[in-house]
């Protein structure tokens, strides 16, 4: 498949930076537009369970209109054995925000 592609610069010489404006928000966009489309197929409501210190996904679903529920407690176990806290969030159809700021 990528026989046809020139090879990539030398590590060193490749950008440092992505290629697309910083602050573009693709995850806000990607997850409105599946809320969206997920809705528009008839679902009335959307769950979702973040790590409660997942603090960049929490504010990216407040932002889009999800409301905290709960605080699911010892909710899952990280790779050295220790549990930690979800947090419950949800968003009915009608609250999803389409305009991001
Ligand atoms: C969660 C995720 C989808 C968000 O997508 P993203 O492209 O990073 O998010 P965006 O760039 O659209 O927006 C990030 C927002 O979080 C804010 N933010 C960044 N770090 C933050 C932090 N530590 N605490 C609070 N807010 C933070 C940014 O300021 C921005 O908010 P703004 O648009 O109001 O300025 C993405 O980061 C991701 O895939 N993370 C790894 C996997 C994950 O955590 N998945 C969620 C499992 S439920």
Redesign the pocket.
């Known amino acids: 498949m990528g026989r046809n592609h020139p090879p990539l610069p030398a590590r060193r010489d490749r950008p440092r930076c992505a290629p697309w404006p910083l ?9 409105r537009v599946l809320a969206q489309r997920l809705f528009d197929q008839g679902h009335h409501r959307i769950t ?4 409660a210190a ?8 407040e ?1 889009l209109g999800f409301r905290r529920v709960g605080i699911l407690r010892d909710y899952e176990q990280g790779p050295d054995g220790t549990w930690h806290d979800g947090l419950l969030m949800d968003l009915l159809k009608g609250e999803l925000k389409s305009e ?2």
């Not at 573009?24 to 997850?31: N, V, W």
């Not at 997942?54 to 679903?61: D, E, S, W």
């Open positions: 602050r573009a928000r693709l995850g806000s966009e990607a997850i979702i369970d973040p790590a997942n603090h960049r996904a929490i504010h990216v679903y932002k991001l700021k």
